[in-house]
């Protein structure tokens, strides 16, 4: 047995895993357990068997790697069946996490121990799936289904201390989970057969039913059409109408098939980018991140506030800085109403809310970065501006800092030259709400230290986000590639959509928002001052502006926002307006249908990502795709602009592309070098392999 080693406490067997780094249940793992179980089950030296594990994870669940794959036997279920029908007691002892088929193992055992640190759940859900090995039927048989339900259908983890409460631990025990687990396993050997969780029906009561049933309808009216909150249900209910047999095996062909869905395929392939992200190509491997113990943030606006947030809520003491008492004031102020916003939600307590103000010092002058590891710059966003402000930092900050500008766009090595030391700075790009999206764009131009981009990864985690290494253009990844979204649904307003129906195409497509509303939420007039310092226009969206039209703000905008009114309404003056534009420009106006409109709103994304990917700006295409499934909600259900333009085919793309080019005349749309080619030789952009940044 490579992955399990069995040894003996008294007259209890102990099967420990070592499958790392997260003991997934691999299919040697998966037989040597099964091997471990049949030799403590044939010694009749041994009365109890205890499953235990190495290393940081008890068991993370099934090994998602082997998905799609055929199976190979043991499979999961029979596994648990025969840990579950074993004439001994089984006893699981979780140190560290117990998720999916993980807590399934644990579930299938006559008892569970725990230590405080153990976290147990079943996030299958969250890979677009349900639990596929007995979890759906013995969990809700150990602790009824009104309290199983909703553990399957968030797919969040609970503290063991919960666990205990609700009887899916029987012993919390402050360490040793191994030696609590043999003695509990040798006292149930004393009380003869041991008792099945999945053959209990204690719990599952008609109020159990009537109160599930009554979730369930929730979940259903608030999880649209996802087959898997569908497939939850389903799997659940058969608890109650069905055998336990019947129910397993209806539990399974409904796992089965949703492994075999593009929506799970997809979140799957989003669960290894993200992680693959962390990784950077060509990073000295002996770069170790400088340490942080105080932070700086310039600017203490919406932007800058979040970001300082951010900090406080790691526990990093940060300092605040503004030019002026009466701006650091207002900036400290809506920081305090953010988090008054978690508390009255109860997300946060009153104490953690003054913890966490008392981490955040205000300042006004530069001069209060002076003893900072990290500023991150977050003021205006003009290069001057910034050069200025890098340009006294550079005089102020301590020896070693990290210099970082928050700019979505701007060149870091204009800024990074004002300084003596541009091997410490980089970008640091968030995104708004700062203190709420995941996204962290680090953005690395030329000369930037290996340790500094070290650090910004660390850094990352440790804020709670997810980090993405990339090179140094204008608008970076994730901007670049919008600038071409927002080109391209103003194209479609000209040749004869309307905003309406270009909103609906995108939020059809899974988007929470379409473009329009989106920029009416945002304000119009931030585009408009972008295209105007790059001497770039746009007929439609600059019109709207001249008008005054600057959104939700000014009540009107692409909609009108009456009465202060959140959603928009559509306006006959916008739709005269663009069909106006049409006119002028010569355009004969047409109709185009939801896949039309969606398909000439990514092509050009794509062709940007593959752009982008050429050049180097991004080391491999997942991570274009973490940053759109971060950053700017991109439904995750579809795996990013690159992994959906795989699913459609690049070369069906790259034609798209140019029968638009060929139409409009812009040459910008012809499909890039690296489209073409993959499209040419019936490649996708998954068989790209990751370049050194
Ligand atoms: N299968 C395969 N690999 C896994 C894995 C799994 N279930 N869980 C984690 N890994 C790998 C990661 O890819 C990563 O590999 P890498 O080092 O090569 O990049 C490594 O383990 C470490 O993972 P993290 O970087 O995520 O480590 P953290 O310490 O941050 O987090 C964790 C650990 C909480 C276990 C997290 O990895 C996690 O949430 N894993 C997924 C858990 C999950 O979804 N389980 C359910 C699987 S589906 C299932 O069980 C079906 C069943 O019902 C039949």
Redesign the pocket.
């Known amino acids: 047995m490579q992955t399990v080693t069995l040894t003996r406490q008294g007259q209890v067997a102990i099967a420990t895993l070592h499958n790392p ?2 003991n ?1 249940l691999s299919a040697a793992l998966r037989a040597d357990l099964l091997q471990a179980l049949a030799l403590a089950l044939a010694d009749s030296d041994v009365v109890a068997l205890v499953i235990a594990a190495q290393g ?2 008890f068991i ?6 082997e998905f799609g794959k055929p199976p190979a036997p043991p499979i ?1 279920p029979d596994l648990l069946a025969a840990i579950e029908n074993a004439a001994k007691p089984v006893v699981a002892a979780i140190q560290g ?1 117990a ?3 993980g807590l ?1 193992v644990a579930l299938a055992c006559h008892a569970r121990v725990a230590t405080p640190a153990a976290k147990l759940g079943l ?2 859900i ?2 677009g ?1 349900i ?3 007995g ?1 759906t039927q013995r969990l809700p048989r150990l602790i009824g289904a009104t309290k199983a339900f909703p553990m399957m259908l968030s797919g969040e983890p609970i503290a063991a201390q919960k666990a205990l409460a609700l009887g899916l631990a029987d012993k919390l025990v402050e360490s040793d989970a191994v030696g609590a687990a043999v003695a509990l396993a040798q006292e149930l050997a004393g009380k003869g057969a041991p008792s099945k969780t999945g053959e209990r029906a204690d719990k599952l009561t008609a109020g159990d039913r009537e109160a599930f049933e009554a979730l369930a309808k929730d979940a259903l009216a608030k999880s649209g059409d996802m087959p898997n909150a569908m497939a939850l249900i389903e799997a659940v209910r058969g608890a109650f109408t069905l055998a336990p047999a019947e129910a397993h095996a209806n539990e399974r062909a409904l ?1 089965v098939k949703l492994v075999a869905d593009d929506r799970s395929k997809a979140l799957r392939y989003a669960f ?1 980018a993200e ?2 992200a962390a990784k950077v190509p060509g990073l000295d491997e002996s770069a170790k991140p400088r340490p942080i113990a105080r932070a700086a943030v310039i600017g203490a606006g919406t932007m800058g506030g979040g970001i300082a947030m951010c900090f406080a809520n790691a526990g990093i003491p940060v300092t605040l800085i503004e030019t002026t008492q009466e701006l650091v004031d207002k900036g400290l102020e809506r920081v305090r109403g953010t988090y008054g916003f978690s508390v009255k939600r109860g997300s946060l307590s009153e104490a953690a809310r003054d913890e966490r103000m008392a981490l955040i010092t205000p300042h006004v002058g530069l001069d209060g970065a002076a003893d900072a590891d990290i500023v991150i710059e977050a003021a205006f966003e003009e290069m001057g501006v910034k050069q200025e402000i890098f340009g006294t930092l550079d005089k102020i900050a301590k020896p070693g800092a990290i210099l970082a500008s928050n700019t979505s766009y701007l060149d870091l090595a204009e800024i990074a030259a004002v300084t003596s030391r541009p091997a410490d700075v980089l970008g640091l790009h968030f995104f708004s709400p700062a203190n709420v999206m995941k996204l962290l764009e680090i953005v690395r131009p030329a000369g930037t230290a290996a340790d500094v981009v070290a650090t910004a990864l660390w850094l990352g985690r440790k804020l709670g986000k997810v980090p993405v290494v990339v090179g140094n253009c204008f608008g970076f990844v994730g901007n670049r590639m919008l600038a071409q979204r927002t080109r391209a649904a103003e194209r479609l307003l000209i040749a004869g959509a309307l905003p309406h129906e270009v909103d609906a195409a995108l939020t059809g497509f899974g988007f929470k928002m379409g473009p329009f509303a989106m920029s009416d939420l945002a304000g119009n007039d931030i585009g408009w001052r972008t295209r105007k310092s790059l001497g770039k226009t746009a007929a439609v969206a600059d019109a709207l502006c001249e008008a005054g039209r600057f959104g939700q703000k000014t009540g009107k905008g692409y909609y009108l926002y009456p009465e202060g009114a959140r959603t928009g309404e559509r306006d006959p003056e916008v739709e005269a307006l663009i069909a106006r534009i049409s006119q002028e420009k010569g355009v004969t106006r047409r109709s185009f249908t939801a896949d039309e409109i969606v398909a000439r709103l990514m092509d050009p994304m794509v062709n940007e990502g593959a752009r982008i990917l050429e050049e180097g700006i991004a080391a491999r295409p997942g991570d274009i795709d973490i940053v759109w499934l971060n950053g700017y909600n991109w439904p995750a259900w579809r795996g990013g602009p690159m992994h959906w333009a795989d699913s459609v085919g690049l070369d069906v793309i790259a034609r798209r592309l140019q029968a638009q080019a060929a139409e409009s005349g812009d040459a910008s749309l012809e499909p890039a070098p690296l489209l073409r080619r993959l499209a040419a030789e019936g490649r996708g952009f998954s068989s790209v392999k990751a370049a050194a940044a």
Do not use: T, Y
């Not at 993370?60 to 790697?65: E, K, L, Q, R, T």
């Open positions: 780094p997260v997934a940081k994870a993370a669940g099934a090994d998602i790697s999961l996490v998720l999916g088929g399934e996030p299958e969250k890979l799936l639990p596929g090995a979890g796992f290894f992680r693959e």
